[in-house]
C-alpha cells in the first residue's frame, strides 16, 4: 500500500496544473502563427487599399490640404474619354492574353519530349521570362520603329512599303500587348511543363491502350489533368493584362494621343505627372474592382465546374 501511495503522489506531483493556456492551446496555436504574416498582409495590402478608397474620394495635389469632394472623382470618370480609351484598351489586353495559356500549352506539349538538344531548346524559350520587362518594351520599340526598326527593314526587302505600327492609333495596343506576350507565353509555358511531369504516366499509356489518341487523348486525359496549372495561368494572365504598365510606358508613352493608354498608366499619369492623387485613386479602386470581379467570376465558375 505504500508504494501504490508513494506512486500515487509521484504522479500528482508530476501532473502538469489545469491553466488557462493549457485549456486553449490548440485553438490559439494556429492564431499566434499566423500573426505575423496577417501583420504583414494587413500593413502592406489591406491598409495600402482601404487608403486608397478613402483617397478616391478627395481632391489632392499632394501639397494642400485635401478637400473632400465624395463622388466627385468617380463622376468625373464617367465623362473623361481617356478613361474609356483605357477600359477598351485594358479589354483588349485582358482577351488577348487568354491566348497566352492556349500557346503556353502547346509550346509545352513540343518541348515535353527527350530528344538531343532540347534543353537547349527550352532554355531558349524560356529566355524571354527571364528578362525585364523594360527590355522588352525596348527590344519590340525597336523592331517596330518606323524609322530605323527591323520590321521595316524587311518589309523593304520584299519591296513592301514600310508601316509606322506604333505610330498609329489603331495598331499601337496591339503591338504593345504582342510585346507582353512574348514572356507571358514563355511563364505559361513553364507551368505546363510542370504539370506535365507531374503527370501520372500510368493514365495516358492506359488511355492510348484503350485507342485514345491526338486531340482525343489531349482534351480527355492531358488537360483534365493540368487543371491546376490552367488555373494558374489563367489567373496570372488576367492580373498581368489589367495591370500593363512598364511596356505601355517603354513604347508608347500611352499614344499617340492616348491611343495606347491603360489604366494602370493612366492613373500614373493623373497622379505623378497631373498631380491629382485623388482622381489616380479612383482610377486604381475601379481597376481593383474589375480585376476582382473577373477572377471572382473565374473561380465560382471552375469551383461550379468542380463540384459538377
Known amino acids: 500500500?505504500?508504494?501504490?501511495?508513494?506512486?500515487m503522489a509521484f504522479g500528482a506531483a508530476q501532473r502538469v496544473p489545469d491553466t488557462w493556456w493549457r485549456r486553449h492551446q490548440m485553438a490559439l496555436?494556429?492564431?499566434?502563427?499566423?500573426?505575423?504574416a496577417l501583420a504583414f498582409f494587413g500593413t502592406f495590402v489591406i491598409w495600402p487599399i482601404i487608403s486608397s478608397v478613402d483617397l478616391s474620394f478627395y481632391d489632392w495635389d499632394g501639397i494642400k490640404t485635401p478637400e473632400f469632394i465624395?463622388?466627385?472623382n468617380y463622376i468625373e470618370l464617367l465623362h473623361d474619354p481617356v478613361f474609356y480609351t483605357s477600359l477598351a484598351n485594358n479589354f483588349w489586353w485582358l482577351v488577348l492574353y487568354m491566348l497566352a495559356p492556349v500557346f503556353g500549352l502547346a509550346v509545352a506539349l513540343y518541348l515535353n519530349q527527350s530528344v538531343f538538344g532540347i534543353r537547349l531548346i527550352k532554355s531558349l524559350f524560356f529566355f524571354p521570362f527571364v528578362i525585364s520587362q523594360v527590355v522588352v518594351g525596348l527590344v519590340f520599340g525597336w523592331?517596330?520603329?518606323a524609322n530605323f526598326g527591323l520590321f521595316n527593314r524587311l518589309l523593304h526587302a520584299f519591296g513592301l512599303h514600310g508601316l509606322a505600327l506604333l505610330e498609329h492609333e489603331r495598331t499601337a495596343?496591339?503591338?504593345?500587348?504582342l510585346a507582353g506576350l512574348w514572356p507571358q507565353i514563355a511563364y505559361c509555358m513553364i507551368l505546363y511543363l510542370t504539370g506535365l511531369t507531374a503527370m501520372n504516366p500510368e493514365v495516358i499509356e492506359a488511355a492510348r491502350m484503350d485507342g485514345a489518341r491526338g486531340m482525343k487523348l489531349l482534351w480527355n486525359i492531358i488537360i483534365p489533368q493540368l487543371r491546376p496549372a490552367t488555373f494558374i495561368a489563367v489567373v496570372v494572365s488576367v492580373v498581368g493584362a489589367l495591370r500593363s504598365f512598364d511596356l505601355v510606358a517603354i513604347m508608347t508613352v500611352g499614344g499617340p494621343v492616348n491611343a495606347s493608354t491603360v489604366l494602370a498608366y493612366y492613373m500614373?499619369?493623373?497622379?505623378?505627372?497631373?498631380f491629382r492623387y485623388g482622381y489616380g485613386a479612383a482610377i486604381a479602386v475601379v481597376l481593383f474592382l474589375i480585376m476582382d470581379v473577373y477572377i471572382a467570376l473565374f473561380l465560382w465558375r471552375m469551383l461550379a465546374r468542380e463540384r459538377g
Open 1 to 7: 500500500m505504500s508504494v501504490v501511495a508513494e506512486n
Open 29 to 36: 496555436t494556429p492564431v499566434l502563427l499566423l500573426l505575423p
Open 70 to 72: 465624395g463622388f466627385g
Open 143 to 145: 523592331f517596330f520603329n
Open 173 to 177: 495596343t496591339f503591338v504593345v500587348i
Open 268 to 274: 500614373y499619369q493623373q497622379t505623378f505627372t497631373a
